[in-house]
């Protein structure tokens, strides 16, 4: 496998259900984010990961929960969502975080029922 | 407040015309970066520019930086169908000196008839 990957490519849930999103990267990478992507919005960063470290949460409700084991793989936990979490959910990653040129996955398309 | 304006937000055209699309602030970045995301894809990166006034092309594609470092733009000559997609720009800028965000703006939706 080449570039950056993501599961599942689609989801639906339920907003009691607990799911994971899974992002890989296969590039030597150092740096690991989520983005969300809603129609007629901007892509949202969310959380950035820079050397497995948490670097920035951009104010996500607790409901999103990243963890980050290593450089390679990044997750993403949801519990409790609601129907406006309905989005396109992008990982990304780059060679280091900042200023470096970013890789996306093909995206989890996420429906909350 | 849009940091980032693309126009126009949504295009039509037919195969072989050739158009531009726009991404202004009235803020300075560091660097501006143009993607294309194809439906039920991620986006993929096309070219980043870095200095004012900067020029450079991608086959069809020209993008240029303009010298204030505050806008760009991207021509495509003799669209093709294979243009089509959602052009997002992304500008870099410094929170610190050492920590760099990237801000997306909406995109330009082309679609390019044959």
């Known amino acids: 496998e080449t570039g950056v990957t993501q599961t599942p490519r689609h989801l639906v849930m339920g907003m009691t259900n607990k799911k994971s999103l899974k992002c890989e990267q296969h590039?030597?990478?150092?740096?690991m984010y989520w983005y969300k992507q809603s129609a007629k919005k901007p892509l949202e960063l969310m959380f950035v990961y820079n050397f497995k470290e948490q670097t920035e949460n951009n104010s996500v409700p607790s409901r999103f929960s990243p963890e980050c084991p290593n450089s390679s793989h990044l997750f993403l936990h949801l519990h409790t969502l609601q129907p406006e979490d309905s989005a396109l959910y992008l990982c990304?990653?780059?060679?280091?975080?900042?200023?470096?040129?970013?890789?996306f996955g093909p995206g989890t398309r996420l429906t909350v029922t | 407040t849009q940091l980032l304006e693309q126009s126009p937000q949504f295009l039509s055209i037919q195969e072989g015309e050739n158009l531009t699309v726009y991404c202004n602030s009235s803020?300075?970045?560091?660097?501006l970066q143009w993607y294309r995301q194809e439906p039920g894809e991620g986006p993929v990166l096309l070219v980043t520019?870095?200095?004012?006034?900067e020029v450079k092309k991608l086959k069809r594609l020209t993008f240029q930086f303009g010298d204030a470092r505050k806008d760009s733009s991207l021509h495509i000559t003799a669209a093709q169908p294979g243009d089509t997609g959602l052009y997002l720009c992304a500008g870099e800028k410094a929170k610190s000196s050492s920590n760099y965000k990237l801000t997306f703006g909406k995109g330009t939706l082309l679609t390019v008839n044959p």
């Open positions: 590039l030597g990478h150092n740096a």
């Open positions: 520019v870095v200095t004012g006034g």
């Open positions: 990304a990653s780059s060679l280091r975080g900042g200023a470096y040129e970013q890789y």
């Open positions: 803020s300075v970045f560091s660097s």
